[in-house]
């Protein structure tokens, strides 16, 4: 079942609208907050439109009671052209991360008219067999299943957890900002009034009728994932690019399953070179 009535999708926009728009779609349980305010500036001081917003069940988008969302991966999907219709927007670039970037991929298939290019980071191929490719490392699995113990409407445990599933995920070529993470956390928790919802993202279905048609991707794709991501190991962004005509692939050493600062520069340049270049 899927819902009928359109939820609320709460977005926000940076830059001058008169340059490409390009939006920022986030993975599971993340709010828009997860696409930081000054990365997001860092790519309109280079001449683009930039948005983001809340996906269904975080921030202050829709919630529903939590384990069984009224809705699929196809209808977030719609969820990211109705961001650019309130904005007025007929087409733009697209970038999603982790779950996020594999809506991205349903958003090429599914609107192709309304994706100019397309940008996946630290994600996963859809509609393909990956039982051959490395799957998620035992100590991430590890790190994961502990929030199976986590009260989910307790603030403080929501918050540790949350911390240490950063720190799990982390860059292993960067120093790792605790104090930093765990502020975020609480500002994204507080924002939020809570996490609950969000784990709705875990039992999501959709995307069936889109199996084995990734070639049928259009917009030119550029692929970002770093080489020591312990959720998607890199090799899951290489098959993404070989399975669409004329896709490139920048490879962050080190990197974890995160937007670093410290690898800002080089996310946004390719990001920025891709989009200019259509």
Same mark, same amino acid.
């Given at each position: 079942m899927t819902t009928t009535e359109r939820p609320k999708i709460i977005s926000e926009a940076v830059g001058d609208p008169a340059n490409p728009p390009l939006l920022l779609i986030m993975g599971a349980m993340a709010s828009?907050?997860? &696409? #930081?305010e000054a990365f997001c500036r860092k790519l309109a001081g280079a001449g683009l439109f930039v948005i983001r917003y809340d996906n269904r069940d975080t921030g202050r988008s829709t919630k529903y009671p #939590? *384990? =069984? #969302? #009224?809705?699929?991966? +196809?209808?977030? =999907?719609?969820?990211a052209m109705h961001v650019l219709d309130d904005h007025g927007?007929?087409?733009?670039?697209?970038? *999603?991360m982790s779950m996020g970037g594999m809506i991205a991929q !349903?958003?090429? !298939?599914k609107h192709p008219s309304r994706v100019i290019s397309l940008t996946v980071i630290s994600s996963s191929p859809v509609g393909i067999d990956t039982s051959d490719l490395p799957g998620t490392t035992e100590a991430y699995m590890e790190q994961s299943a502990e929030g199976a113990k986590? +009260? &989910?409407s307790d603030r403080g445990q929501v918050v540790d957890f949350m911390v240490r599933d950063a720190r799990a995920i982390a860059s292993t070529a960067h120093p790792f900002d605790e104090a930093r993470m765990r502020a975020f956390v609480e500002q994204d928790y507080d924002r939020s009034g809570g996490l609950l919802s969000a784990t709705?993202?875990?039992? !999501?279905n959709g995307g069936d009728a889109w199996k084995g048609r !990734?070639?049928?991707? =259009? =917009?030119?794709?550029?692929?970002?994932? *770093?080489?020591? +991501?312990p959720i998607f190991p890199v090799e899951h962004g290489e098959a993404l690019a070989e399975a669409v005509t004329g896709a490139k692939i920048i490879r962050i050493e080190g990197g974890g399953h995160e937007l670093h600062p410290e690898d800002w520069d080089v996310i946004v340049a390719g990001i920025v070179a891709h989009a200019h270049a259509v």
């Open positions: 828009m907050l997860w &696409w #930081p #939590p *384990g =069984a #969302p #009224p809705y699929t991966f +196809d209808d977030m =999907a719609d969820d927007i007929s087409k733009a670039h697209v970038v *999603g !349903l958003v090429a !298939l986590v +009260d &989910w709705n993202h875990f039992v !999501l !990734l070639h049928e991707i =259009a =917009a030119p794709l550029l692929v970002i994932h *770093g080489t020591a +991501d």
